[in-house]
């Protein structure tokens, strides 16, 4: 589904991207642009910066960037449409019908299929609970784990009949075609024969963060394997970017999130007066997870189980969560494998006690890492301090580091100059961060290196206008693909000359008449600053950077398009700062600077033609004349 250009742009005019990102971040302003930390990943010093001339926003540490819409579509993890609806929304703006294709509009109509199917399941799954078939799962839900009808109903708990084939002959009774129901992942249709994802099942409906339903989790009653079954991913259905229970805890008045291992947990805990509860979806925690928590929260409390398998949760996740920005603690349940026991055996109080007494997250994986060491052992014990010291390099600021230093000296009796000085020819020879420890510990996930690579990239296309992946390349570049340390300063002389005349354009199209007589948008060698002036020549005063990012890809592309426009149009000084000479042999210097690498492409493309070459080297001289004057 798309709506047209001119709808898009009316709800982009209508929504000052200060005030919107102002409504998440907090924002300082600082010169012309405003400031703050990155709702993107996590970090101490503001590197998130805001143009309000611009209506754009570019993070220089991880590398985010684009116009108010992408801005809700990254934080609120929105669609393109409901983004848009939801700042037309805010703006008070009545969407027309959208134009398009008949696959965009296909899609869209296909999910709300999907949605509806999934609401009609869940619906029977329920009235299943309440029937004699259900009994046994009614009886499961209020006797065994002791929860209340209102609870139940809340969570539109649920039960898959034993008949292997009941949900597809309801859902068939409702309409709804074999491709469809297949594509729902509630049904499996083969050539042996036709069944339901669930039979003889307890079903927990799951939710998205709008309440609709999108799949479904089942522990099966019994015995049988496998004991608890999720839906498959599908279009509506991405495991890694939903939380259990958010769309509940997200209204909590709680100022933190508790991340439990289950569905009984977080339904045992919300059951209990604990509304901020939450769990993984089947899959580790992750890093779409942890941003996702960090739009309602700025403090998470690990509550995972209390054996072997919730420990190593706890440690993969917390420098995930870390990363992400957030404060994290772990609670001690004591012998109590889940909260879900705990609340049984001891009652809210007294896990709310726990909550208040929850351990620093650091602090708890030092204490597990010393599990592993004899420390009577002179040889463990060193270990022990290596180990710990390189766990202390993953706080980048070296005021937190120092703290920590101090409270794992003071805790774990490790003398503090000397676990001090270790910590500190760690950070000197390998750096720190998160992503340091990684590579030193091997303890979380295998994307984090690429991530800091990312990071490290993101802040070199800005230095370089985005007209290369890397500074390095930037540095070695020649016009005609030759590399060469001579030819670097005639090269970044190139990138800056291509960067002003784009900025200086984009600020006052009329200037056009006056670049466009001696070089065209072709002549430039940045494809983004080449495309920009094109538009701007073609249609001048059509060029807004806030539109330019819709027109751009995704991911990759988007990014590379962000770093390149916000350092393009952030390059050039405020014209109204600068005298019409001023200005005119800035123009000069850019063109010129311009028309030279084009006359030396050509040359070097001559070969052994000496009249054209002759001819080129006479019209090259020439350009050491030109001059540009403004009427």
Known sequence: MRYDESVIEQVREANDIVDVVGQYVR??????????????????????????????????????????????????NYSFTESLKSLADRAHIDLPE????????????????????????????????QTPDGAAGYQYFRQKRRLSDETITHFGLGFAPKASDALYRHLKEKGWGDELLHASGLVTIQERGIRDKFWNRVMFPIMDINNHVIAFGGRVMGDGIPKYLNSPETDIFDKSAHLYGLNFARKSRRKFMLICEGYMDVIALHQAGFTNAVASLGTAFNEKHARLLKRYTDTVILTQDSDDAGTNAKLRAFPILYEAGLKVKVLDMGSYKDPDEFIRAEGPDAYEACIHKARNAFLFMIEVLRRGYDLSDPADKTAFYSETADRLCMFREPLERDNYIDSVSTEFMIPRDELKSLVDRRVETR???????????????????????????SVELVQTAGFFDTAEQARSHRPDGQGGKENAESSMSLIRAERLLTAWLCERPDLGRYVFSHISPEDLSSDICREITGMLRDDPGS???????????????????????????????????MSKLDLEKGLTEAVRAVMNSRYDREIRSCGSDMTALGKLLQEKNRVRNMQIKIQ
């Open 27 to 76: 924002l300082t302003k600082k010169g012309a642009n405003y400031f703050g930390l990155c709702p993107f990943h996590g970090e101490k010093t503001a590197s998130f910066s805001v143009s309000p001339r611009k209506q754009i926003y570019y993070c220089f540490g991880c590398g985010a960037g684009g116009n108010v819409i992408n801005f809700l579509m990254e934080y609120e």
């Open 98 to 129: 959208p134009s398009g294709g008949g696959e965009d509009k296909g899609s869209r109509e296909r999910r709300r299929q999907l949605l509806d199917i999934h609401k009609d399941a869940a619906v029977f799954y329920y009235k299943q609970l």
């Open 431 to 457: 750096g720190a961060g998160v992503e340091t420890v990684r590579s030193m510990t091997g303890y979380t996930a295998p994307s984090a290196a690429r991530k800091d690579r990312r990071q490290q990239e």
């Open 543 to 577: 060029f807004t950077a806030a539109a330019f990012l819709d027109r751009c890809g995704e991911d990759e592309e988007k990014r590379k398009a962000a770093a390149a426009v916000f350092a393009i149009l952030d390059s050039g000084t405020a014209l109204e700062d």
